[in-house]
């Protein structure tokens, strides 16, 4: 069971909104910043968000990241196909000494 | 381009020492801006963290596997290794090596890079 919690799925019709949250606590989430990796079917996760809303070069702008007190949420505008994936929110742990993830959300495009 | 290649053995015996090595193309392991590390997913499962390693050879690991686990690194090969000991079923899993960034400053900590992961099963 992980510290940080994820709902398990998402879904949307393209074109629309949506959002994924990401649950923490102070020693995690509410203390530090927090990254979402992107995983499609059968490869390596990517780095999609860094620093709550930080944007590695070549991530569209489709995809925004914010965080409130011991909460993050990942932003999915104008949903495409293509985006159907595993998302994961991760942060460093101060408790644990170690880095934690969540427990990841399925994202389906209806 | 930074790239990073998984390697070792695919099926490990109950109670044997998973090794893992990940070899660092592209890019210099000795870069002082980064770690490196292991991270782990289950068939079906979520991502785990295992630890993370500095050029110096300093490491730190998850307290959940600290007892077993062991990352090196051989800088003069560009690789950095796993040891993961007293496997068992529940080690079965794809493991990534990844480069891991540390901006103290800002308190940006992620991982970059990934490697395309190799799955290990623990069976006899």
């Known amino acids: 069971q992980s510290v940080v919690t994820q709902p398990p799925s998402a879904s949307g019709t393209p074109g629309q909104r949506v959002t994924i949250s990401c649950s923490g606590s102070?020693?995690?989430?509410?203390?530090?910043?927090v990254n979402w990796y992107q995983q499609l079917p059968g490869t390596a996760p990517k780095l999609l968000i860094y620093g709550i809303n930080q944007r590695p070069s070549g991530v569209p702008d489709r995809f925004s990241g914010s965080k409130s007190g011991t909460s993050a949420s990942l932003a999915i505008s104008g949903l495409q196909s293509e985006d159907e994936a595993d998302y994961y929110c991760a942060a460093w742990d101060d408790s644990l000494m170690g880095e934690v993830f969540g427990g990841g959300t399925k994202l389906t495009v209806l | 381009q930074l790239h990073l290649q998984e390697s070792g053995p695919g099926l490990v015996k109950p109670s044997e020492t998973l090794s893992l090595t990940c070899t660092v193309s592209?890019?210099?392991?000795?870069?002082?801006?980064?770690?490196w590390g292991w991270i782990r997913q289950p068939p079906g499962k979520g991502l785990e963290w295992i630890g993370s390693?500095?050029?110096?050879?300093?490491?730190y690991y998850n307290p959940s596997l600290k007892s077993r686990v062991t990352i090196s690194v051989d800088t003069s090969k560009n690789q950095f290794s796993l040891k993961l000991s007293s496997v068992t079923a529940a080690d079965t899993a794809v493991y990534y090596c990844?480069?891991?960034?540390?901006?103290?400053?800002?308190?940006?900590?992620?991982?970059?890079?990934w490697g395309q992961g190799t799955l290990v099963t623990v069976s006899s």
């Open positions: 390693i500095y050029y110096s050879g300093s490491a």
């Open positions: 990844g480069r891991r960034v540390v901006v103290v400053a800002a308190n940006y900590v992620y991982f970059d890079y």
């Open positions: 102070s020693s995690n989430i509410g203390g530090n910043t």
């Open positions: 592209g890019g210099s392991i000795s870069s002082g801006s980064y770690y």
